[in-house]
């Protein structure tokens, strides 16, 4: 069973800092990760694709890939209020599904 | 930007009735998914669909559930007689390819089926 696991939060972080979101999985497999941001009541919409170790900066995001070490994580830097939201781990592993973690609630506090 | 649409937003059923809820793909993708989550839970994944056919489905898509894609365009759910534990959002995603780097898979705004 390929899980991924988050810790739920809630993570508050002060306005213009850093916030850091991580992610376990269990799976060795081939694997692509990405991270998708839900509002409250509304869709996932995805915001960060990665599939091999390394960095991956898209303006304010970065997403990091450890496959020897199982993790992945996102930073986002100069975190604005608008970033408020559940951030959703996703893996890719091998198959057509993505496997989901239960999600990261982020508040920035102004 | 293309998107994903979906209908209707709500819906309301009573046990043992029949929904059918609506997807469009975003139009030059391929794959084509249904998930759904329960209030306060994960994203589970119910179905992939490629070349008109089941390409991978969950546990939870039982012999109640089908889809299909009646034109071009739409893409459907059907959940033949429902249950009060099927109450969840629905949501229907789309990818353009398959293959290392291409499962980017982008969501609709969901559908709330309620069942009384």
């Known amino acids: 069973q390929k899980e991924v696991e988050q810790n739920s939060g809630p993570l508050s972080v002060p306005e213009g800092a850093i916030a850091s979101l991580n992610c376990t999985y269990s799976?060795?497999?081939?694997?692509?990760f990405f991270w998708y941001r839900q509002y409250s009541g509304k869709s996932p919409e995805l915001i960060m694709s990665?599939?091999?170790?390394g960095d991956k900066e898209d303006g304010r995001f970065t997403a990091q890939l450890n496959k020897a070490s199982q993790y992945v994580s996102l930073l986002i830097r100069d975190s604005q209020p608008s970033d408020s939201a559940t951030y959703l781990c996703?893996?890719?592993?091998?198959?057509?599904?993505?496997?989901f973690g239960t999600g990261t609630r982020l508040t920035i506090i102004p | 930007e293309p998107e994903v649409t979906q209908t209707p937003s709500h819906q309301v059923t009573q046990m043992g009735q029949e929904v059918i809820l609506r997807c469009v793909p975003i139009?030059?993708?391929?794959?084509f998914y249904w998930y759904r989550q329960i209030l306060g839970q994960k994203v589970e994944f119910l179905v992939s669909?490629?070349?008109?056919?089941?390409?991978?489905k969950s546990e939870i898509f039982d012999d109640q559930f089908s889809v299909e894609r009646p034109d071009g365009s739409n893409f459907t759910l059907k959940i033949r007689s429902t249950k009060l534990e099927d109450s969840a959002m629905y949501f229907c995603?789309?990818?353009?390819?398959?293959?290392?780097?291409?499962?980017?898979?982008?969501f609709g705004p969901g559908t709330r089926l309620t069942v009384t």
């Open positions: 669909f490629y070349n008109n056919e089941i390409s991978e």
């Open positions: 995603a789309s990818s353009e390819a398959r293959g290392q780097g291409a499962w980017e898979q982008y």
């Open positions: 799976d060795r497999g081939s694997q692509s």
């Open positions: 139009s030059n993708h391929l794959y």
């Open positions: 990665i599939y091999s170790n």
């Open positions: 996703a893996g890719n592993f091998g198959n057509e599904k993505l496997t």
